[in-house]
Structure formats: C-alpha cells, structure tokens
Nanobody, 122 residues
Framework: VQLQASGGGLVQAGGSLRLSCAAS????????MGWFRQAPGKEREFVTA????????YYRDSVKGRFTISRDNGKNMVYLQMSSLKPEDTAVYYC????????????????WGQGTQVTVSS
C-alpha cells in the first residue's frame, strides 16, 4: 500500500488542524493505521492508531482529549483531527499502515507516507 499524508501547516497555539492520509494499492480494510510524529532532534514517536474496523483506537497520553483518529474504509482514508494544539505538538507527522492488530511501535508498520509538517506557534 502507498500512503500520502496532507493537511499540515502553521497554526497558533490553541488552534486546530486536520491531517489526511490517502491509501492506494492495497486492500485498505486489512490494515491498521497509525499516526506518528518526529520533532527535530528527536526520535519518531507514536501518536495514535486505529484498527481495521475503527472499533478500537489508541492515543499517546499527551494527545488524549485533543486528537481524534478516524478512517473511512470506503474512501481509503484515515484522518487525524487535532485540536487545542500546543507548541510541543510541532513535528513532521507520518501516517503508516500495518497488517493486523494495532501497535505502538514504528517498527511494526510496513508502509509510511512522506510526512506533513505541523508547526504550532506560541
């Protein structure tokens, strides 16, 4: 599967952004989907993930209540709605896919999008 993320940008603290990830070349509803992020000088970290049927989601603690992951299997899309953004959310955001169950670990994800920059100004 090929993934393409979009929707990043510059936003003030407290603002919102919606990231999108378009999947192609695979059977989308076989894949768990995740969003990860990487800030300059830091390792890539898990943000959120959603299972095949969208019945289960995971979030890192720092984004719970502010970020929401969703998917539309009919459109081969996954979304990340980000609200109440903070400067520490600034990073390149990547969507990723893996066959089967959810995982927090980047190494478990086989396909990655190209990343989209999110910058939150204070």
């Amino acid at each position: 599967v090929q993934l393409q993320a979009s929707g990043g940008g510059l936003v003030q603290a407290g603002g919102s952004l919606r990231l999108s990830c378009a999947a192609s070349g695979g059977t989308f509803n076989l894949y768990a989907m995740g969003w990860f992020r990487q800030a300059p000088g830091k390792e890539r970290e898990f943000v959120t993930a959603i299972n095949l049927s969208a019945s289960t989601t995971y979030y890192r603690d720092s984004v719970k209540g502010r970020f929401t992951i969703s998917r539309d299997n009919g459109k081969n899309m996954v979304y990340l709605q980000m609200s109440s953004l903070k400067p520490e959310d600034t990073a390149v955001y990547y969507c990723a896919s893996k066959i089967g169950i959810l995982s927090f670990h980047p190494g478990d994800y086989a396909a990655w999008g190209q990343g989209t920059q999110v910058t939150v100004s204070s």
